[in-house]
């Protein structure tokens, strides 16, 4: 039987952190599910990082359809779960069902993924997130230690369940690692 993915995201996600996980794991046979707060055409982003600029830059990218609502989302259902980053993660977060689809994986020992802004999503779970190493754009190195984790400082990290990089560049091990762990 075939494992089952969630990725959960939205609106500004950044597109190579949903679509490079997304082909991947239909590549492995995965059956995969994109979540959302509404099934939609998302609008996804690209962000890139220029020399001489202090952060990056969006700019608009594809369009891509999510399978399910996230009010709709039975975590017993999959197998493994990946969290874009982008902008997505900062109202995503608060969904009100959010806490409990997070929350599922960890406690079950499920493999998750979360890159770059992802960290915004598991700030919802302190109690889940204390004492937890991962890493996560910089820029959300705060977010990772409000919630009682360890900041690592590198660009794949993974620690129990959880599997972490900073950004799009870092994808290739970052999805080597989440097949490992969930196969």
């Not at 982008?86 to 493999?111: D, Q, T």
């Amino acid at each position: 039987m075939s494992k089952k993915v969630l990725i959960l995201t939205g609106d500004a996600v950044e597109a190579l952190e949903v679509f490079y996980p997304y082909y991947r794991c239909l590549e492995e046979g995965f059956d995969v599910t994109i979540a959302s707060p509404a099934v939609k055409k998302l609008y996804t982003v690209s962000h890139d990082f220029i020399e001489g600029l202090e952060t990056y830059v969006e700019r608009p990218a594809y369009n891509l359809d999510s399978h399910a609502a996230l009010a709709d989302i039975d975590p017993e259902q999959f197998d493994g779960l990946i969290i874009p980053g982008g902008r997505a993660p900062e109202y995503i977060r608060m969904n009100e069902a959010v806490p409990a689809i997070l929350r599922h994986f960890f406690e079950k020992n499920k493999p998750v993924g979360a890159i770059c802004h992802a960290a915004l999503m598991l700030e919802v779970i302190p109690d889940v997130m204390k004492g937890r190493e991962y890493t996560a754009y910089p820029a959300c190195k705060p977010d990772v230690l409000a919630c009682g984790a360890t900041y690592i400082d590198q660009n794949l990290h993974t620690h129990k369940n959880l599997v972490s990089g900073k950004a799009w560049p870092d994808l290739p091990g970052f999805m080597r690692e989440f097949i490992r762990l969930l196969k």
